[in-house]
Each structure stands twice: as C-alpha cells, then as structure tokens.
C-alpha cells in the first residue's frame, strides 16, 4: 500500500471524568505494536506514570512500548516541528489508522457510535431547554430587547426522530417546546403531554418531572389569562394532579398563598364547589405567609361563598387590605363584583376608588399588564353600571368591547352582565 506524506492526527477531547487520561494512559502502555506520538497538552489528576518513561528528550518522552510522549509547555509549533524531525521514530500511515478505527468499531472497545448519539441527544435537550425557559419568560414578562425575541422565535427545533424515541426526557422536552412557541397551542396538545408524564414520569428524576408539570401550569395560566377558558377543566385537573404528586407544597406541607388561590380559583370556576371548599379548609393554618387573623382564608372563602350566590357571607369574610398585591386586587375586585350582585349604593363610589387606586399605583408595585387588566374590569364595569337597564344596542356593544379584551380581569362575569342589558 502506498504511503501517504501527510501525518494523520487524532484529537482526544471530552467532558471531565469521560475517561481521556485513562485511554491516553492505554494507548501509551499497552504492547499494540504500534509507535504513536502523543501530544498532552494538559495534565489530569491521573497523570502518565514516571516508570512508564525510559528515555527523555527535553520535552519529548520515549515510553517503554514503543510510543513517544510530550507535553505543551511551549510554543506548539515548535513541539509539532520537533516531532516532525522524529518522524522516523513513530508511525504515520493511513492504513494503520483506518485498521485501529475498523478493530474499534467491530470490538465497540470505544463505543464510539453511542457516544456521538449521547453528545447529539445531550446537545439537543440543552438546547430545548434554553429556548423552553426563554419562551416561558417572554410571556411572562414580554421583555422588549429589539432583535431578540424575532431571533430566538425564528429557531426552528428540528430533533432527528431516532433520538426521540430514544429518550423520554428529550421527548417531553420537544413536546413543551411545540406548547410555548404556538399561539395558542390546541388543547390536545396538552393532554399528549400530560399524558406523557404520566406514562414516563416513573422514568425520569424526581426535580425533572415537577419542572414539566410546573411548565404545564403555568402555560395553561397565562393562556386563560388570555382568554383561553376551554383550558379550564384541565388546568384544574393538573392542579389537583400536583397536590396529590406533593409539587404545590414547601417547607414540608405549606402552600404559596398564590397557589392556594390559583387552586380554589380553578376550582370554582370549573363548578366543582364541594372539592373547593374542602380544599380550602384543609389548608387553613398551612399557607405561607398568612397572618394570626387568617385573612388569605378569609378571601378564599369569601370566593367560594360568591360562587353559591352567598353575597353577603362573601362580603363579611372580606378584609379591608391585604399584604400581598396577588390577593389585593382579586379582593378589590371580589368586593365589587358583591356590591353589584347586592344593589349597594356604594358600588360607585368604590369603583371610582379602585379606578384611582390603579392609577396612582407604581409600576414597580404593579407590572403595566396587571394593570390594564385591572383598569379594563373596572372601566367596563362602570359602563355597565351607568347603563340602562333592557338597552339592547348598548348591551351588544359593551359585549363586543368585553370580546374585544381578553386579557380583561372577571371577562366572564363582565360578559354576563353586559348581557342581561339586552
């Protein structure tokens, strides 16, 4: 076989602890026959035994089966230069090096098929989970960075259909990816990825898996915020999933006060009055951050009476304030929504108070989304309180202006009213 002049290379690179020092180590100890010139630019924990080396030559070392070693401590150039004048003193044909690969790849001594496959799948779970916590975030907070989000959004995720079948967690992975980047996504989607976590939930780490349900959570929240209601039943269904999965609880068996109630919200808004109200009272003492008086009870308690139509139970339960804006304005809100129900001659009055109250807010203590969804409720709100009762054309177009803002808090309480105008 004819010589080739050019000197084949091979570069030996991985993650720490992927086992380059021990292959180094065996390509220059064990009897292969073969001479092979090593250049080690970097020393691990497990270096190249001293016993091994019997004869030094400044930087270049002779190993005593038959290779030559040396380390970088200078100008690489120079190292490849001084090698080269040895080239006698070490192999450099193709055919020894198409020989090695073909006795490797046949004997999977170096697993090298796998190894590439894991790197790919390993590139591509990185990858979408990058763009799964950019895209969850940029509807959260829809941050405003010119060039950015049109960037990002134009990264179209291809994932080869091998590798998806091979790994339920890049599987899963793929299929939150397709929820946060469609507007708005169908809601069988959602069920296929429920149903994915449960089939390979057993498969995955712990941490992992409460990740994609809080994935799953939080894009059913924002798309009901948005107007998306047919989400409801599933959102409330998935909530229930995670209290019973124990991924609702910290500090052993204490719930967020917006979890709570985010919970009893769904709930209630499903009709499933009696799950609620138990669920209400069985966390009672068990929120975090409530206070001796029990005023987040009280709330969520309050909302379960003005779902049976119970107004004034409601209204009692009320506090004046809250601590917390998350429970401030839905408790604002509630307040009026009883005043209306009950004819109060003070309902007026305490919208025009709400009105101000939104108005002179910081934007550090309330974000511009929350309050257009809370300026919104409270000016349709006032249109419909100034409206005649029976005026037709008057209650159409306040539907269509409700119809008109998704994002509006109470949209279906709004709507209801509106349309009794008719």
Known sequence: MATDPRVPVTVLTGFLGSGKTTLLNRILTEQ??????????????????????????????????????????????????????????????????????????????????????????????????????????????????????????????????????????????????????????????????????????????????????????????????????NLLPFYHQLQVESLERGYLYYEGNKIPHSAYLAVTTAALRCGNFDWALGFIEAHKGRV???????????????????????????????????????????????ELKILYELGSELLSYKAGAFKIFIARASRKYMPAALRKANGDFVNLLLQIIRSRPRDKARGERLCRRILARPQAAERDWLLEKAGRLR
């Open 32 to 229: 292969h026959g073969k001479r092979i010139a090593v250049i080690e630019n970097e020393f691990g924990e497990v270096g190249i035994d001293d016993a091994l080396v019997i004869d030094a030559d400044e930087e270049i070392f002779e190993m005593n089966n038959g290779c030559i070693c040396c380390t970088v401590r200078g100008d690489l150039i120079r190292i490849l230069g001084n090698l080269m004048r040895r080239r006698d003193r070490f192999d450099a044909e193709y055919a020894m090096f198409l020989h090695e690969t073909d006795h490797n790849y046949l004997r999977t001594d170096l697993n090298v098929p796998i190894a590439l496959s894991a790197l790919d799948g390993y590139y591509h779970l990185m990858r979408l989970n990058l763009l799964n916590q950019y895209l969850l975030q940029q509807k959260v907070t829809r941050l405003d960075q010119p060039g950015l989000q049109s960037d990002v959004a134009g990264m179209a995720v291809e994932v080869p259909e091998h590798l998806l079948q091979a790994s339920p967690l890049l599987l899963i992975s793929f299929k939150v990816n397709g929820l946060l980047s469609q507007e708005p996504p169908p809601l069988d989607d959602f069920r296929a990825l429920a149903e994915l976590l449960r089939q390979h939930g057993p498969m995955l780490d712990p941490a992992v898996l409460k990740d994609f349900y809080s994935y799953l959570r939080s894009t059913c929240a924002l798309l009901i915020n948005a107007g998306e209601d």
């Open 288 to 334: 975090l951050g409530e206070n001796s008086s029990f005023d987040l009870y009280r709330l969520n308690l309050a909302c379960y009476y003005f779902a049976i139509r119970a107004y004034q139970k409601a209204l009692d339960h009320l506090a004046p304030t809250y601590e917390y804006l998350d429970y401030s304005l839905p408790g604002k809100r509630l």
